[in-house]
């Protein structure tokens, strides 16, 4: 792992001037990290000896690609990376149990519709299989926590997600669900479909430089909080779908896979309130207690505004 | 340099199927080069404990500023390592001698109008201080090139650059110059200034989380090239500039640095066809022989495209 050139005084130098270790003011931990990843840059450069064609290639790869920075870095496994960091982390502090969290995603909108007990997700245009889905968000003890909120979105059976696909109506499959006093939820919606990353995307352009696809399985996203518990990012994935162990973000958890259960007799149809066969989902969310008020937030990172 | 984490299985795992290492198609540097830097940025997020919040403020970070990817390249020093890079292949060929390289930068637009022997630059709105540059271009053995290109760009005395300035006149301070029988070549201009990374850009954020500034000293480019030689990528400095040694690119080299003479008595006024005092620089162009048809010429990389 070491390169020769890179060890010599000159580049020593070179790397502490390029990250202002030669200068006061800026961020001292900055400029730690900012060292160490241009040092481990130049060491890739020098060992896999890469021309000046392959390196501006990349950085005009990267610069017309930086709108899918978002898809890149879970195809490149860092959400996923990230989680697993999270779970070291809590087993290292004692802190067990809960629903296992996963991947985020770049499609989340913040701001959807707020609903007591129950919502119906989906705008009635998308002709794809019914899915009733339900649970109960509870503590660790299986106590009900009322007053959680269930924040939901998926993509349509297209795989698109509304917002970012402007064919769909506002917030379509996507809705906040206030859980009630038995810590209760359930929605209405369509069965999501897997989804690729755009054709001739860079996210795809990179996956194919290295053979692989950029599929994910169906899925359903969840933001799951309430006050005094740990804020839980996950998914859950529709059990059966091809890629369900090749997702190319490697989101997919056990115990995120939970059964489908398909409806087709008419007083199970009636009971529903629906017209036709459907597919049922029972899941249920066990929330972690917070040690402090910054557990319960979601973390940063660059989302898009809610809808005006 | 070693993160327990990354080396379990689990991650070792993640990190061949992020790469393509474990299906067939794709290029197997690109899976090699992929998992290297992939590695070793998940390396860098463990041992220095980056959290979600750092990781995703630096992606938006990077998503936002990937049109000045080519200014935080050479901030970073990559320009400055690639041509180090290339001394050091050159050293190791025997390959010695010839006019120092330094790097091309972000800002050279092809298809400059192409002059005999002497052009004039600059198209006479510039009120700064005249600049005659002349000198040879000769091979190694000090013999003339004729019908070398001296392919010349610099910035106005704002430090800006056509056609990136949409102000200025297209290839207002860029020609191409023929050298004639006896290698010489001869142009007219002003003294450029230095310039600085865009104010609030994502270089000048980068730099300055790091305590840098993001000036360069003033300097001229110039691509040098005739049949048979290798392609020349170079600079000269204006001495006397306060950043002469503080480049935020890093690319000032020794034996690029000329004296400037500054004329002020009539008869040398008179001698250039000029009314004015004027700086006068003598600079000299070193060709080394190609040993083969691809050291003549350019490498790629993102450039724009030639002015309509």
Chains 1, 2 share one sequence.
Do not use: C
Not at 117 to 146: I, N, S
Not at 287 to 301: D, F, M, P, Q, Y
């Amino acid at each position: 792992m070491a390169s020769r050139l890179v060890q010599t005084p000159e580049i020593q130098k070179l790397l502490d001037r390029v990250s202002g270790l030669t200068v006061g003011g800026g961020d001292p931990r900055t400029k730690q990290i900012v060292r160490r990843i241009v040092s481990d840059l130049y060491t890739t450069i020098d060992e896999f000896d890469i021309t000046p064609d392959e390196f501006w290639g990349t950085l005009g790869f990267l610069q017309q690609g930086a709108m899918e920075f978002g898809l890149i870095a879970p195809g490149l496994g860092f959400d996923h990376f990230l989680d697993i960091r999270m779970d070291e982390a809590d087993k290292a502090a004692g802190i067990e149990g809960g629903t296992p969290r996963t991947i985020e995603g770049p499609l989340y909108v913040p701001g959807a519709p707020l609903a007591k007990g129950f919502a119906r997700l989906d705008d009635g245009t998308d002709k794809g299989e019914v899915l009733v889905m339900h649970g109960r968000v509870t503590d660790q003890d299986g106590q009900p926590v009322a007053g959680a909120i269930v924040d939901v979105w998926h993509a349509n059976t297209l795989g698109n997600y509304s917002y970012f696909d402007k064919s769909q109506t506002d917030y379509n499959n996507r809705r906040r669900i206030e859980t009630d006093a038995e810590g209760k939820y359930k929605f209405h919606s369509i069965v999501p479909s897997g989804y690729a990353v755009p054709p001739q995307g860079t996210t795809e352009r990179l996956l194919g430089s290295v053979g692989r696809h950029g599929n994910r399985p169906a899925h359903i996203h969840f933001f799951v909080s309430a006050p005094g518990y740990r804020h839980l990012t996950t998914q859950i994935n529709i059990a059966g779908d091809p890629f369900l162990y090749d997702d190319f973000a490697q989101a997919t958890r056990e115990g995120l896979i939970p059964d489908v259960v398909r409806h087709e007799d008419a007083e199970a149809i009636r009971a529903e309130g629906l017209n036709t066969p459907f597919a049922e989902i029972d899941f249920g969310f066990t929330l972690v207690k917070a040690r402090s008020e910054a557990e319960g937030e979601l973390h940063a990172r660059p989302r898009v505004p809610p809808i005006a």
